[in-house]
């Protein structure tokens, strides 16, 4: 993602003709802090959802007795 983003601020250098390029690269850095904040949530609850829950024995005892 850091490499898309640093590319970004090559191709900024490339193509435009200006001499403060310093204004295009704090947009394209406060992009790039947006996505990872993004990228931090999802990890983080990708993270949460893969931690193993254990329920109760009894909660399930319904199932095995004969009714």
């Given at each position: 993602?850091?490499?898309?983003?640093?590319?970004?601020?090559?191709?900024v250098?490339?193509?435009?003709?200006?001499?403060?390029?310093?204004?295009?690269?704090?947009?394209?850095?406060?992009?790039?802090?947006?996505?990872?904040?993004?990228?931090?949530?999802?990890?983080?609850?990708?993270?949460?959802?893969?931690?193993?829950?254990?329920l109760?024995?009894?909660?399930?005892?319904?199932?095995?007795?004969?009714?």
């Amino acid at each position: 993602m850091e490499c898309e983003y640093l590319e970004k601020k090559l191709s900024v250098v490339h193509d435009k003709k200006v001499d403060d390029y310093q204004k295009y690269f704090d947009e394209i850095d406060k992009e790039l802090k947006e996505e990872l904040v993004k990228l931090d949530i999802y990890l983080k609850e990708i993270e949460k959802a893969n931690i193993p829950t254990f329920l109760e024995d009894d909660l399930f005892s319904f199932f095995i007795e004969p009714g």
